[in-house]
């Protein structure tokens, strides 16, 4: 399931808590899975008052690669 958020950067998120994998969907349609993302982390960014700042400062330390449709719960990243 997509969280939508309000950033300028960021349109939505998912999170897997067994994978600890976190999929980020950005403005300009790219999609990024990070892998090793604890759940306390994904809470902290879910209701950030700056989640383009904290995407920036805090998630993108962890392992990211380019989300393929596959890798997102549902399998549809973008619907």
Do not use: H
């Not at 808590?17 to 790219?30: H, P, S, Y």
């Amino acid at each position: 399931m997509l969280i939508p958020i309000q950033s300028e950067i960021i349109e939505a998120v998912s999170y897997n808590a067994d994978a600890r994998t976190l999929f980020v969907q950005l403005r300009t349609g790219d999609a990024y899975s990070y892998s090793g993302v604890p759940a306390q982390v994904f809470r902290r960014f879910a209701v950030s008052d700056s989640p383009g700042a904290y995407f920036n400062r805090v998630i993108k330390k962890f392992d990211c690669r380019p989300a393929v449709d596959s890798a997102w719960p549902g399998g549809e990243p973008f619907g």
